[in-house]
């Protein structure tokens, strides 16, 4: 599948925002886009050059968003489509990229397509949704909303139950009910698909983060017919939007190349073992040093070989769906997590607030379908005024309570100090973005990372230049055999790493990256 890869992405360091928690200018305790606006020379000065903005669509937030009522309309919370349209021409005035995210799998109970879809006789949207032809059948393999229609059937739902799954087809329908994706429902789901991109992207938006990706077409037990349909909406983009960049979330990165996507995330479900760095028991990033970065290795290169060693795999810090790194990973090894991130081939993404170390807040009550996600949701710490610079509302109107210890991190106080993860952070970006062995499309070579053992060290390289990264998160000395000597350092963080009689020795939590 040959996909236009946009150049932006080959350097992009993206900042997830999460609209509802970033910044209020309406003093409603929620964010909103001019917040955002406000906010765009912070998130250029951290040096990220491309934001994801997750969905900022009219929805009664029963899914924070997730649960669309109407694609062609910004959330009035977040303001109007003008306002959006702003929003991106004022992030391309500062040579930056937005990516909105595009939710294909299901809409919101609330949305017209699913109420039209609820009445009994035949209309337009009739095979807008998956349905069953009675009501005590229920879709194999999925949940369901039934028992609320005048029509017969049950509607399947692809994540909360209301959230109705939209029909793009079965790859081998084997009911009378099940449509295949020829059929015209399927068809006219996937005309309108496009028809919302084409609006967004016409408005100036540079591409999307596309929802469960992987989730379309049903009983498709080996993607192919997600992977054709996501071929098809390739097909349509190099047509009409040729530089349009697609990331999605599937954590499948040989499908989703296929799919004709540039990006993929790897995440935090599946086998990909990305929790094992950053969110178990005893992750490698942690300074106990009981860590065991081998396996996410082993996962890593077999998906890095499946996806032509392309730099499509991102690994993000965290999204508004995972613990805060914060959580379980504290100090100074959170700068060395970083050092290890915005090393990595494809582009890194920063969740808002993980810049400054956001702690995730414990015990909240669950707010618009977050439940355990709501302690990483929590509004931005600005500064030392009301509500940390978030919102000039009262307190108790915040969208989520925020993290009330005496010494949160706040933006504006980790800007002032030099030794503060934000300015590690920026460091670390400006490096990356010197050298193109570090970038995206910088081939990545691993040279130790052996079971339950430190340090990590890989080689990465583009052309002729060649750099290792060592990463050493554990609070011990650390060393592996080696002859490799370096021509120079370019970033170093912690102690020393030295380089003599065959070995490479790095002092407790340590980071460096070196010339060879
Ligand atoms: C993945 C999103 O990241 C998550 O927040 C959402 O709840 C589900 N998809 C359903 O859309």
Redesign the pocket.
Known sequence: MSTNQPEWLDNAVFYEIYPQSFCDTNGDGIGDFNGIISKLDYIKELGCNAIWLNPCFASPFG??G?DVSDYYSAAPRYGTNEDLKRLFEEVHNRDMHVLLDL?P??TSVEHKWFKESLKAEHNEFTDRYVWTDSIWEEPQGMGCIRGISDRDGSCAVN?FSH?PALNYGFYKPDRPWQQSMDDEGPKATLEELKNIMRFWLGMGCDGFRV??AGSLVKHDEDSKGTIALWQNVREFLDNEFPSAAMVS?WGEPDKSIQGGFHMDFLLHFGPSHYNDLFRCEEPFFSDRGKGDVSEFVAKYKENYEKSERKGLICIPSG???MDRLARSIHGDNLKIAFAFLLSMPGAPFIYYGDEIGMRYVENLVSVE?GYGRTGSRSPMQWDSSTNAGFSSAPKEKLYIPQDESADRPTAEAQLADKNSLYNEIKKLITIRQKHAALQSKGEIEFVYAEKNAYPLAYIRSAGDEKLLVVINPADREVSFDSNIMPKESIYSFGGTVSFADGKVTVSPKSAGYYKI
């Open positions: 899914d924070a997730y939710v799998g299901h994540f959230q929802d469960m979330e999204n508004h769906d379908g």
